[in-house]
């Protein structure tokens, strides 16, 4: 399984330049441009990742989190989760760059390799922002009744931290 | 919401130190987490770059019409009463492959896009129709092909090898889309019985 994911990022790179030549494109002025669009991303992030480090390292530094990870643990052990990882599941839903400032956290502290470190990368990537996107596309349309869309989306939000967690455990 | 979280976290760890005499940690991991930010968003500029450089080409390609066609029958099944009205599926399925490809910057609009379309076909304007409810799900749960921020993270943190998480990403995210399209599907029949 370690040899094909090793494979995935180069044969994807040489599929999409193989496509943009066959067709006639600039590729390495299209490469270029959308390259410029990822310093945007980064430095967009830059002020979300010092807000949510510097409390999370205050968090961490004053042993309050190893206090609540105790106390916590009673109920993630339900669920088979990591207590590391509840602070990730609880922010998720809510915020984008938060979620994805404290996974980057968490794999710092934990190393990327680890298992909560997989964990915490598994959860970032495998869902979106759920109540922003639920209020974002609700605003588009003049509905009253939002037939409990909510549900469906958190149960699924559930599904895949779970089998994040089983998978990767 | 992290505007009363993030104040509180902090204020709530500084009285916790003093409690536990930690104080000394605390005012030290203040400076040392801006140094972190620092060198982390130096080598994740890299990796986003990377990216962000390849998804243009994709995106000027015919790569994501060839999507379109492949997805036809499967959008079919899930937006079955917005089959007849092409505007919306059309947005629809721009806006599913754009998450496929992570160009959230495109997904976006086309999801509002299709929403609006959606919109005109809705019999009845004060609930959502049943496809407003999968669109709204599916964007929660998102497919994304490569999970670019991820791996650029895992990168700039110096894993073994970044891509290996892409495996277990697609398991849960594949768990997570299906489970959703389940019980959406179990809502919307659901409320029609009652």
């Known amino acids: 399984m ?6 995935i990022i180069p044969i994807i790179i040489s599929i999409i330049l ?17 390259a410029k669009e990822g ?11 010092i807000g949510i480090f510097l409390a999370i390292h205050m968090l961490r530094s004053s042993g309050l989190i190893d206090f609540l990870s105790n106390v916590l643990s009673n109920v993630t052990n339900l669920f088979n989760i990591p207590s590391e990882i509840l602070p990730l599941a609880i922010i998720k839903p809510i915020s984008g760059s938060g979620s994805m400032a404290i996974a980057t956290d968490i794999m710092a502290h934990f190393g990327p390799d680890s298992n909560i470190g997989m964990i915490a990368a598994t959860i970032m990537g495998s869902s979106e922002t759920t109540f922003y996107v639920i209020a974002l596309y609700m605003s588009v349309v003049k509905v009253k009744d939002s037939r409990k869309v909510v549900i469906p989306a958190i149960i699924a939000d559930l599904a895949s931290i779970i089998s994040a967690v089983i998978f990767l455990s | 919401m992290l505007n009363y979280i993030w104040p509180l976290i902090i204020l709530c760890s500084f009285i916790y130190a003093i409690i536990s005499g930690n104080i000394e940690n605390l005012n030290n991991s203040i400076f040392e987490s801006l140094e972190e930010v620092i060198t982390l968003s130096m080598t994740l500029v890299g990796t986003m770059c990377l990216w962000c450089g390849l998804m243009e080409i994709v995106k000027n390609t015919s790569i994501m019409d060839k999507m379109t066609r ?19 599926m059309e947005n629809i399925s721009m806006n599913t492959i754009s998450n496929i490809f992570g160009l959230g910057n495109a997904a976006t609009p086309a999801g509002i896009k299709a929403m609006e379309s959606l919109d005109k076909s809705n019999m009845d304007k004060r609930k959502l129709s049943d496809s407003m409810m999968m669109l709204i799900v599916l964007n929660t749960t998102s ?14 943190l110096n894993a073994l090898n970044p891509a290996s998480i892409i495996i277990p990403i697609w398991i849960s995210t594949i768990i997570g889309t299906l489970t959703g399209i389940i019980s959406t599907k179990i809502l919307i029949k659901r409320s029609k019985n009652r």
């Open chain 1, 2 to 7: 370690n040899y094909i994911s090793t494979m």
């Open chain 1, 39 to 49: 310093v945007k991303v980064t430095f967009r992030l830059f002020p979300t990742l």
């Open chain 2, 70 to 88: 492949v997805l036809r029958p499967i959008l079919v099944w899930l937006f079955p009463d917005a089959k007849n009205n092409e505007e919306a």
């Open chain 1, 18 to 34: 193989l496509v943009g030549l066959k067709e006639k494109k600039k590729v390495y002025d299209l490469f270029i441009d959308g």
């Open chain 2, 143 to 156: 497919i994304e092909l490569i999970p670019t921020t991820v791996i650029a993270i895992r990168a700039s």
